[in-house]
């Protein structure tokens, strides 16, 4: 497959090939996409009627790339008379600049044509690769040219205009012109998509973070150094991880995303390209992660996820009132009831995490205004869990989809449909209760408990929570324990069977304080021993349960970002060195992949491969891989509020021998946080010291 | 006979007083089209409290449907966010207003909710374990979010 390049804010983004073409077929999603709707699939320039080949590729901004063309297929470089500079930019549909040099001695005569097309796919479509229900058209008006997409009152529009005088058919756009010698002729296309509403009106459902069609490069590129200079500074004699962590910054503002009611206010979104919108558990998963270095993402989540928040019960979209949605989308089969995303509330993780969040953003930032305002959200949340999030009635959350043709089978993180099976392979019944929701729901009651107590002024609910709480813990502390192997059950079936596996799942309960003191130590063993951990880090499922497979999607592969929140489970149960040593596997890994950690990796035993497999996914910066290397850090420097203040405990792994986070925002102004390690790197040229194996670069002190 | 488009609006002038909203103070003009003619109704909030009048001043959110698509909204037939993707209806202005105010509209009428599935229990006594009895911990219940109490209906159901 010839290499994409992406380019993207906010939800709108571009997926091409090396030379800035889009040819989209059902094998290659490429395309210009906003709004979860496919805009443009065809952009193929031809000069003088021959394409043309990158010599480079230049990422100037996530939003922004150059590509450097000459004629010709590419193979032999002929003695090449003209090049070709495209630079484009994505912002509020796009912008290329096309720019063509003559490096020849004599004067040129050249057409340029580029053939455009639109499929207008909905998102969904392009993965399934769905037939269309509505008609196509094509309009030349006198110096734009319009596709539109009709189906009874949707309408969609893709409008391509130019600077400089060009000949417009329905097929595309050509320009003649002459260049002299030495000389050079620039133009610049604009691409915008649009949404048509009701007679005509134009519908706004949502923008890229800051976006609008004020929104100028010279803003973006501003507001990036800002981002960047804001969130505090990394310093470390281990280099790799000063890499990463601007990588992480940098993508993470990428990632940003203002749905609708957000006005300019920005929450992570979970992933691109096919992830770029509100999701429940990935937007509060994310800003947790992120607390220490960039607060305000966490502040929008739970503003926005509180204004969406469930109401009503509605079975298609599985709703009800106080659950916290799941994703929401704004493509065709959204539109038209064929897929439940307007929005989708399939999730029965994130209505208990966004009480945590609310809990530890103030913990973090002291914003004890936010969560005095968004206490009927919290409350009803609160309620959620036991209202309607406890299915069976036996004080477990469980879920079992209403929508049964469309909704989402397992409604945990892992979410595929094998995910969640016993120890020999075979599905459980419905409803499922996955251990770490009830992990989930302990924390969310004893977080809530404080926040009844000291800002909303309510002790009798903080008893009646915490007494909830204490007996939620006894009763899962026997229900969910499987004796014979000393951890966790994966989840309760239906019938109240245990889910017997052996999974990562426990590591989620150490981060939600549910597990009893005297059966931490046997889950860090597990979490730490060779069926679940494979050297870069903790596997999804164990070695030797029957559905493992290294490279099964929540079966034996390794997310960084259920690593994070085990690493930070380990810490609170007092096993540092464990969670260094999780961090440095997760860690080196990122270095393999330049300091953006994908969505997932295999799980093979590192000494087999020596090198991180990458799990064949298109979605690429994630979200919640791209905030793991902060919470890391966090969790390597041991910080911790504690009333007003914030408390540094660093535990460093081997390799890095010093390691500094400056100017943490947070309750108490900016404070920086300081960790000796116990080695120090001697890092020589060609030789990467990597951390968590011995290797002989290593001096110890 | 009252319309549901009627009785939402009445109940929504009834509750004076509404959570859902107390993030935000505008006024939304919803605009019915009845083909010859086309219903205002000003929704003003100011932090949560809700007054509905027939006549106002300039809005800061104009939600626009032809009144039979409304209608349906208001039975909880029709989800809005959807019809507005769908072009059947449109928002202007500001969205926030619009998007809060579709939370207080009823879900669908044949929702029966995710009622407990105590039969499953019954079914295998010896294997689910019954909870401590809980006591609702002085949250919005249910049938307090929505103005067409759907919930309550299902409650029934139950």
Known sequence: ????????????????????????????????????????????????????????????????????????????????????????????????????????????????????????????????????????????????????????????????????????????????????????????????????????????????????????????????????GKAPRLECDWDPLKRTYRRSLIDLASLRFSPTIARSRALPSAGLPWFMTMFGRDSILTSLQTLAFTPELAATTLTVLGEWQGSRLDDFRD????????ELRYGEMTAFEERPHSPYFGTADATPLFVILMDEYERWTGDAKLVKRMEYEARAALNW????????????????????????????????????????????????????????????KIRGARLAREIWNDPALASRLENEAADLKRRFNEDFWVENGEYFALALDGDGRKVDTLSSNIGHLLWS?????????????????????????????????????????????????????????????????????????????????????????????????????????????????????????????????????LVVEPVLPEGIGHMELLDIPGRWGHLDAFARGRVSVNAQAGLRPQLGVTLPQISRH | MTSATEAFFDGLANRRHEPLLEKVSGCLRVDLDHGKRVDHWFITIKEGDVSVAREGGEPSTIFYAPAAVFEKMATGEMNAMAAMLRGEAATTGDLELAVLLQRLLPGPPTSTGPCRLAHSAAANPDLVRRGAPRISAGYPISTELTVDSTAARAAERR
């Open chain 1, 513 to 645: 304080g549910i597990v009893e003191p005297d059966k931490a130590n046997a889950l860090a063993r597990h979490l730490m021993g060779p069926r679940l951990f494979c050297g870069w880090g903790i596997r999804t499922l164990a070695e030797g349960e029957v559905r493992y497979n290294p490279i099964g999607y929540h079966v034996g592969t390794v997310w960084p970002f259920d690593n994070s929140f085990i690493a930070w489970g380990l810490r609170r149960y007092g096993f540092k060195d464990e969670a260094a040593r999780v961090a440095a596997g997760i860690l080196d890994a990122a270095e393999f992949f330049n300091g953006r950690l994908p969505e997932a990796f295999a799980g093979y035993r590192r000494e087999e491969t020596m090198y991180p497999v990458q799990y064949p996914t298109a979605c690429s910066p994630q979200a919640w891989s791209t905030g793991a290397p902060m919470l890391l850090v966090q969790v390597m420097l041991g910080l911790e509020p504690v009333g007003d203040h």
């Open chain 1, 1 to 228: 497959m010839e290499s994409t390049v992406n380019i993207l804010d906010g939800n709108t983004f571009v997926v091409s090939d090396s030379s800035g073409d889009i040819e989209a077929s059902p094998a290659e999603p490429t395309g210009m996409f906003s709004y979860d709707t496919r805009f443009l699939s065809t952009w193929v320039m031809t000069i003088n009627g021959d394409r043309l080949s990158p010599l480079s590729i230049d990422d100037l901004h996530y939003f922004q790339t150059r590509f450097f063309l000459v004629p010709g297929p590419g193979t032999v470089y002929s003695d090449n008379k003209l090049s070709v500079v495209r630079k484009r930019t994505v912002c509020e549909g796009f912008h290329e600049v096309l720019t063509v040099f003559n490096h020849g001695d004599e004067a040129a005569e050249l057409t340029i044509h580029l053939e455009v097309g639109s499929d207008f796919a909905d998102l969904f479509e392009v993965k399934d690769s769905l037939e269309k229900k509505g008609k196509y058209s094509a309009t030349v008006e006198s110096d734009r040219l319009v596709l539109g997409y009709e189906r009874q009152t949707y309408n969609r529009q893709t409008i391509i205009s130019t600077s400089t005088k060009a000949k417009l058919d329905k097929q595309g756009i050509t320009f003649k012109f002459r260049v002299e010698p030495d000389g050079k002729w620039e133009t610049e296309i604009q691409v915008d998509a649009e949404i048509r509403g009701l007679a005509g009106r134009e519908v706004h459902v949502g923008h890229a973070w800051g976006s609008g069609r004020s929104r100028s490069m010279p803003e973006m590129v501003q507001d990036l150094e800002a981002w960047v």
């Open chain 1, 385 to 444: 869990i036991d209202e309607y999030g406890d299915l069976m009635g036996n004080g477990y959350i469980s879920y079992q989809r209403r929508n049964e043709d469309t909704g989402l089978e397992n409604q945990c993180w892992k979410d595929s449909w094998d995910a969640i099976s016993f120890r020999d392979g075979t599905l459980p019944k419905f409803p499922r209760a996955t251990c770490e929701l009830q992990g989930y729901a302990y924390d969310a």
């Open chain 1, 319 to 326: 709703e009800e009132p106080g659950k916290i949605p799941h």
